[in-house]
């Protein structure tokens, strides 16, 4: 499983944001179909919300191959 820890600045990271910051996806436009395609857990529950707000400590898995942390 690939492990990130995800540095962010302000109160929380949307997911559509996550995906591209971390470099998931190449284009914010990709996020909509990327998460619908994928199996995306945030702190072990799925989602298919691209606003969906990822807060300091959660931890979101995709597929059960992607780890991210969200740290400060």
């Not at 499983?1 to 591209?20: A, P, R, S, W, Y």
């Not at 969906?52 to 191959?65: A, E, F, Q, R, W």
Request: charge should be neutral; avoid cysteine; hydrophobic fraction near 45%.
């Amino acid at each position: 499983m690939d492990f990130k820890k995800v540095k962010i600045n302000t109160e929380f990271i949307t997911l559509g944001q996550l995906l591209k910051f971390a470099d998931v996806i190449d284009f914010g436009g990709e996020a909509k179909s990327y998460i619908l395609e994928h199996t995306i857990l945030i702190d072990g529950v799925d989602t298919k919300q691209r606003g969906k707000k990822i807060y300091l400590g959660m931890k979101v898995i995709i597929d059960d191959s992607m780890f991210f942390e969200i740290t400060k």
